[in-house]
């Protein structure tokens, strides 16, 4: 089975589009925000840490996207939570203040977690066992050729626009593909129709579990391996954006690679690679000297967070076809309840010692590889079911 089998398929080219879109307006936003929150809007750091909380409250409430599909369609919900978003990005730069950008980041987020829990849930139902990873691995590396060409546009036109019009510039593309999306009708009626409750099944308890986990690590990863780099190591905005380019362009070759890997290896071995690799990582990162250690391990870290496709293809092959929409939406929920603390508690832990930090995540990286041990025995039970 290769991408080119399923590349002509009406869904894969509908998430195809959405997720280059995404991928404009996230980047965009991402890559303006730091800089229009201090410059303009004149944002302390307080501040900024509250707006930081603000964008993971909608990955906390996804799983309200399980009643919302009572009264629209998945696919048709999917376009729309990328209008959202596209909204979100387009008018941030026309409210510079904390409480427009808390707003406009806020109804951005709404948009980008319910695409990404739709997303994952649309490629689950449409695509086979052999199939999703190559979808999810292909998504991924467009979306991260997608992030370098934003990137590169950005440098060269920045001086000659405003941030409001970069903003909008960036959302308006966002918000034109979702339009058109949510016109088109890819859907199947050979598809099982999606139970519209939330589903909680003991069964599916590994797969929560590895969801949780995941969340917490990647919390961490995303507060304080840049601010470890720059606080420890003085890195400047440059060797920030070059290690940002460098994991996107690492990440358009490496992903494809991954999918095939899941399907050759099986998602116990994919997993429990990359959490084995984690540990050393997050060990490493605690006592590192060295910069250019400190900036290899960066690298690395992302490299192996796309391991995690295999969480999603290993529930996948565990599930109620029903029940792929609502747990899907339950686990982005349990996948960010870490948000809501792990930064909080991090901080403390970073004012006693930093290496507490990250020995901690290793130690979170090690009972992740004890559980991914569970993974064969759980597809065994589902054969025999």
Not at 165 to 178: D, K, P, S
Not at 208 to 213: D, G, H, P, V
């Amino acid at each position: 089975m290769t991408i080119k089998n399923i590349s002509s398929r009406k869904m894969y080219i509908f998430l195809l589009v959405l997720t280059i879109a995404t991928a404009i307006g996230f980047q965009g936003w991402r890559t303006l925000l730091n800089n229009f929150a201090v410059e303009v809007a004149k944002l302390d750091g307080g501040e900024f840490g509250f707006v930081g909380s603000i964008r993971e409250i909608p990955g906390f409430l996804s799983l309200l996207v399980i009643y919302v599909l009572v009264f629209i369609k998945e696919h048709r919900l999917a376009a729309l939570a990328v209008i959202v978003m596209g909204l979100g990005i387009s008018i941030t730069g026309f409210m510079p203040s904390f409480a427009g950008i808390a707003f406009t980041t806020l109804l951005m987020s709404f948009g980008f977690h319910y695409y990404e829990t739709l997303n994952q849930s649309l490629t689950l139902q449409y695509f086979g066992y052999s199939e999703a990873p190559l979808v999810m691995g292909r998504l991924r590396s467009l979306a991260a050729a997608t992030n370098i060409g934003v990137g590169i546009v950005i440098l060269s036109i920045s001086d000659h626009f405003s941030y409001s019009q970069l903003f909008f510039g960036a959302g308006l593309i966002t918000v034109i593909a979702g339009i058109y999306c949510f016109f088109q009708d890819p859907s199947s009626t050979d598809i099982p129709v999606q139970h519209k409750k939330m589903i909680f099944r003991a069964r599916y308890w590994l797969f929560y579990a590895l969801s949780f986990m995941a969340g917490a690590r990647r919390q961490i990863f995303v507060a304080f391996a840049v601010f470890l780099l720059v606080k420890k190591f003085d890195y400047s905005i440059q060797a920030v954006a070059g290690l940002f380019v460098l994991n996107n362009v690492i990440n358009y070759f490496i992903n494809p690679i991954i999918a095939k890997s899941v399907n050759r290896f099986g998602e116990r071995k994919v997993l429990s690679l990359e959490y084995a690799a984690l540990v050393f990582i997050f060990t490493a990162y605690a006592y590192t000297d060295s910069p250019v250690v400190g900036g290899i391990l960066y690298v690395l870290d992302n490299i192996f967070y796309n391991f995690t496709m295999a969480i999603k293809t290993f529930f996948q092959k565990i599930a109620d076809p029903k029940d792929i929409a609502p747990s899907m939406a339950v686990s982005f929920t349990i996948n960010h309840i870490a948000a809501v603390f792990v930064p909080a508690l991090g901080g403390l832990a970073w004012m006693q010692d930093y290496r507490i930090v990250f020995i901690g995540a290793a130690i979170l990286s090690a009972v992740s590889f004890l559980f991914s041990q569970f993974i064969d025995r759980e597809l065994r039970l589902k054969s025999r079911a």
